[in-house]
Protein backbone atom coordinates (compact mmCIF):
# COMPACT_ATOMS: atom_id res chain seq x y z
CA UNK A 1 0.00 0.00 0.00
CA UNK A 2 1.78 3.10 -1.55
CA UNK A 3 -1.15 5.37 -0.54
CA UNK A 4 -2.82 8.27 -2.80
CA UNK A 5 -0.29 9.92 -5.32
CA UNK A 6 -0.86 13.14 -6.91
CA UNK A 7 0.91 14.62 -9.45
CA UNK A 8 2.44 17.47 -9.72
CA UNK A 9 3.31 18.51 -5.78
CA UNK A 10 2.71 21.79 -7.21
CA UNK A 11 1.59 24.37 -10.33
CA UNK A 12 1.46 27.48 -11.58
CA UNK A 13 -0.25 28.52 -14.31
CA UNK A 14 -1.02 31.94 -16.22
CA UNK A 15 -4.75 32.47 -16.37
CA UNK A 16 -6.57 31.57 -19.60
CA UNK A 17 -3.98 28.51 -19.59
CA UNK A 18 -5.67 24.54 -19.37
CA UNK A 19 -4.30 22.35 -16.62
CA UNK A 20 -4.32 18.75 -15.85
CA UNK A 21 -3.77 16.94 -12.39
CA UNK A 22 -3.55 13.20 -11.68
CA UNK A 23 -4.54 11.05 -9.31
CA UNK A 24 -2.98 7.31 -9.09
CA UNK A 25 -5.25 5.67 -5.63
CA UNK A 26 -4.62 2.60 -3.72
CA UNK A 27 -5.10 0.22 -5.92
CA UNK A 28 -7.45 -2.34 -4.64
CA UNK A 29 -9.71 1.21 -4.58
CA UNK A 30 -12.68 1.86 -6.71
CA UNK A 31 -13.65 4.80 -5.46
CA UNK A 32 -12.40 7.76 -6.13
CA UNK A 33 -13.05 11.25 -5.33
CA UNK A 34 -11.72 14.63 -6.15
CA UNK A 35 -11.55 17.84 -3.66
CA UNK A 36 -11.12 21.29 -3.57
CA UNK A 37 -9.50 23.02 -0.65
CA UNK A 38 -8.72 26.86 -0.62
CA UNK A 39 -7.19 28.83 2.09
CA UNK A 40 -8.79 28.73 5.41
CA UNK A 41 -11.78 26.20 4.49
CA UNK A 42 -12.32 22.66 4.56
CA UNK A 43 -12.45 20.57 1.04
CA UNK A 44 -14.79 20.64 -0.78
CA UNK A 45 -16.66 18.13 -2.73
CA UNK A 46 -16.47 18.14 -6.27
CA UNK A 47 -17.17 14.66 -7.90
CA UNK A 48 -16.73 11.18 -7.49
CA UNK A 49 -15.84 8.12 -9.43
CA UNK A 50 -16.56 4.50 -8.56
CA UNK A 51 -14.05 1.94 -11.22
CA UNK A 52 -14.74 4.19 -14.44
CA UNK A 53 -17.91 5.50 -14.04
CA UNK A 54 -18.12 9.15 -12.74
CA UNK A 55 -21.90 8.75 -10.43
CA UNK A 56 -21.84 12.61 -8.98
CA UNK A 57 -20.42 16.01 -9.66
CA UNK A 58 -21.28 18.79 -7.25
CA UNK A 59 -22.45 22.09 -8.74
CA UNK A 60 -19.17 23.92 -7.88
CA UNK A 61 -17.82 21.69 -11.35
CA UNK A 62 -18.09 24.40 -13.84
CA UNK A 63 -17.93 23.47 -17.47
CA UNK A 64 -14.56 24.33 -17.14
CA UNK A 65 -14.00 21.25 -15.19
CA UNK A 66 -13.72 17.44 -16.58
CA UNK A 67 -12.94 14.61 -14.56
CA UNK A 68 -12.37 10.95 -15.77
CA UNK A 69 -11.18 7.65 -14.90
CA UNK A 70 -10.80 5.79 -18.22
CA UNK A 71 -9.64 2.41 -16.77
CA UNK A 72 -11.30 2.41 -13.52
CA UNK A 73 -7.76 3.16 -12.04
CA UNK A 74 -5.77 6.71 -12.47
CA UNK A 75 -8.22 9.77 -12.76
CA UNK A 76 -7.17 12.65 -13.99
CA UNK A 77 -8.73 16.51 -13.04
CA UNK A 78 -8.39 19.15 -16.26
CA UNK A 79 -9.46 22.89 -15.78
CA UNK A 80 -9.77 24.89 -18.96
CA UNK A 81 -9.28 28.27 -18.91
CA UNK A 82 -7.89 29.01 -15.64
CA UNK A 83 -9.28 31.76 -13.69
CA UNK A 84 -7.56 33.18 -10.31
CA UNK A 85 -10.44 31.82 -8.43
CA UNK A 86 -9.56 28.52 -9.09
CA UNK A 87 -6.46 29.06 -7.44
CA UNK A 88 -6.76 26.39 -4.78
CA UNK A 89 -4.89 22.66 -2.89
CA UNK A 90 -6.80 19.74 -5.43
CA UNK A 91 -7.27 16.82 -3.31
CA UNK A 92 -7.50 12.89 -4.42
CA UNK A 93 -8.88 10.87 -2.03
CA UNK A 94 -9.97 6.66 -2.67
CA UNK A 95 -12.18 4.26 -0.63
CA UNK A 96 -13.05 0.64 -1.09
CA UNK A 97 -16.36 0.05 -1.41
CA UNK A 98 -19.45 2.36 -0.75
CA UNK A 99 -20.18 1.89 2.78
CA UNK A 100 -18.70 4.77 5.45
CA UNK A 101 -17.05 1.74 6.47
CA UNK A 102 -14.93 2.17 4.81
CA UNK A 103 -12.93 5.60 4.91
CA UNK A 104 -11.52 8.10 2.44
CA UNK A 105 -7.36 8.10 2.40
CA UNK A 106 -6.40 10.97 0.79
CA UNK A 107 -3.23 12.39 -1.05
CA UNK A 108 -1.06 15.03 -0.67
CA UNK A 109 -3.07 17.32 -3.30
CA UNK A 110 -1.79 19.39 -6.18
CA UNK A 111 -1.60 22.98 -4.99
CA UNK A 112 -2.88 25.32 -8.18
CA UNK A 113 -1.77 28.81 -8.73
CA UNK A 114 -3.39 30.66 -11.30
CA UNK A 115 -1.04 34.17 -11.95
CA UNK B 1 -28.31 19.19 3.76
CA UNK B 2 -25.41 18.47 5.89
CA UNK B 3 -22.96 20.81 7.81
CA UNK B 4 -20.76 21.22 10.23
CA UNK B 5 -19.85 24.16 12.47
CA UNK B 6 -15.68 24.60 13.97
CA UNK B 7 -16.12 27.87 16.38
CA UNK B 8 -12.29 27.96 16.76
CA UNK B 9 -10.89 28.51 14.45
CA UNK B 10 -7.33 28.63 16.51
CA UNK B 11 -6.44 27.14 19.61
CA UNK B 12 -3.59 27.57 21.39
CA UNK B 13 -2.36 24.95 23.90
CA UNK B 14 1.29 24.14 25.51
CA UNK B 15 2.20 21.49 25.63
CA UNK B 16 1.58 18.45 28.36
CA UNK B 17 -1.98 20.51 28.70
CA UNK B 18 -5.52 19.01 28.08
CA UNK B 19 -7.41 20.14 24.97
CA UNK B 20 -10.56 20.10 23.62
CA UNK B 21 -11.72 21.31 19.77
CA UNK B 22 -15.59 21.96 19.08
CA UNK B 23 -17.54 20.30 16.51
CA UNK B 24 -21.31 20.31 15.60
CA UNK B 25 -23.01 19.36 13.16
CA UNK B 26 -26.41 19.34 10.91
CA UNK B 27 -28.68 16.76 9.29
CA UNK B 28 -31.72 15.55 8.84
CA UNK B 29 -30.76 12.24 8.68
CA UNK B 30 -28.53 9.41 10.37
CA UNK B 31 -24.64 10.51 10.23
CA UNK B 32 -21.43 9.06 10.27
CA UNK B 33 -18.72 11.44 12.04
CA UNK B 34 -15.02 12.07 11.36
CA UNK B 35 -12.10 13.95 12.67
CA UNK B 36 -9.18 14.59 10.19
CA UNK B 37 -5.80 15.82 10.79
CA UNK B 38 -3.47 17.81 8.29
CA UNK B 39 -0.46 18.63 8.69
CA UNK B 40 1.91 21.59 6.61
CA UNK B 41 1.61 20.66 3.00
CA UNK B 42 0.06 17.29 3.37
CA UNK B 43 -3.21 15.53 2.79
CA UNK B 44 -5.88 14.35 4.88
CA UNK B 45 -5.20 11.57 7.66
CA UNK B 46 -7.70 9.94 9.16
CA UNK B 47 -7.92 10.25 13.13
CA UNK B 48 -11.06 8.54 14.40
CA UNK B 49 -14.76 7.80 13.13
CA UNK B 50 -18.11 7.19 14.36
CA UNK B 51 -20.67 4.99 12.60
CA UNK B 52 -22.28 3.42 15.57
CA UNK B 53 -22.37 1.99 18.79
CA UNK B 54 -20.72 3.50 21.50
CA UNK B 55 -20.57 7.22 21.80
CA UNK B 56 -17.00 7.11 22.73
CA UNK B 57 -14.54 6.81 19.85
CA UNK B 58 -10.37 6.13 20.30
CA UNK B 59 -8.24 6.96 17.66
CA UNK B 60 -4.88 7.34 16.72
CA UNK B 61 -2.26 9.28 18.83
CA UNK B 62 -4.23 9.43 21.53
CA UNK B 63 -6.95 11.41 20.61
CA UNK B 64 -10.69 10.57 21.53
CA UNK B 65 -14.09 12.00 20.51
CA UNK B 66 -17.94 11.90 22.13
CA UNK B 67 -20.93 11.56 19.79
CA UNK B 68 -23.25 13.35 21.73
CA UNK B 69 -26.83 12.97 19.78
CA UNK B 70 -28.90 15.56 22.18
CA UNK B 71 -26.34 18.23 21.34
CA UNK B 72 -25.31 17.29 17.30
CA UNK B 73 -21.85 17.85 18.90
CA UNK B 74 -18.40 15.58 18.53
CA UNK B 75 -16.06 17.34 19.98
CA UNK B 76 -12.58 15.89 19.30
CA UNK B 77 -10.20 15.87 22.81
CA UNK B 78 -7.03 14.76 24.24
CA UNK B 79 -5.78 14.25 27.79
CA UNK B 80 -1.97 15.69 27.19
CA UNK B 81 -0.74 17.49 23.81
CA UNK B 82 2.52 17.18 22.33
CA UNK B 83 4.20 19.94 20.16
CA UNK B 84 3.58 16.80 17.09
CA UNK B 85 -0.04 17.88 17.77
CA UNK B 86 0.17 21.21 15.98
CA UNK B 87 -1.62 20.92 12.94
CA UNK B 88 -5.24 21.96 11.53
CA UNK B 89 -7.85 19.84 12.83
CA UNK B 90 -10.53 18.83 10.47
CA UNK B 91 -14.48 17.00 11.82
CA UNK B 92 -16.54 15.94 8.52
CA UNK B 93 -20.45 14.40 8.60
CA UNK B 94 -21.58 11.90 6.00
CA UNK B 95 -24.90 11.09 5.46
CA UNK B 96 -24.00 7.33 4.58
CA UNK B 97 -25.24 7.40 1.63
CA UNK B 98 -23.80 5.59 -1.56
CA UNK B 99 -21.43 8.38 -2.44
CA UNK B 100 -19.86 8.18 0.83
CA UNK B 101 -19.24 11.87 0.26
CA UNK B 102 -18.01 14.06 3.36
CA UNK B 103 -18.80 17.37 4.14
CA UNK B 104 -16.07 19.30 6.12
CA UNK B 105 -16.16 22.12 8.98
CA UNK B 106 -13.77 25.46 8.28
CA UNK B 107 -10.62 23.83 10.31
CA UNK B 108 -9.43 23.74 13.89
CA UNK B 109 -5.79 25.19 13.71
CA UNK B 110 -4.08 23.53 16.80
CA UNK B 111 -0.89 25.17 17.83
CA UNK B 112 1.08 23.49 20.73
CA UNK B 113 3.71 25.56 22.34
CA UNK B 114 6.00 24.67 25.16
Known amino acids: DTGVSQNPRHKITKRG ?15 LYWYRQTLGQ ?14 EKSRLLSDRFSAERPKGSFSTLEIQRTEQGDSAMYLCASSLGGSSNSPLHFGNGTRLTVT | AQSVTQLDSQVPVFEEAPVELRCNYSSSVSVYLFWYVQYPNQGLQLLLKYLSGSTLVKGINGFEAEFNKSQTSFHLRKPSVHISDTAEYFCAVSD ?19
Open chain 2, 96 to 114: GGTASKLTFGTGTRLQVTL
Open chain 1, 42 to 55: GPEFLTYFQNEAQL
Open chain 1, 17 to 31: QNVTFRCDPISEHNR
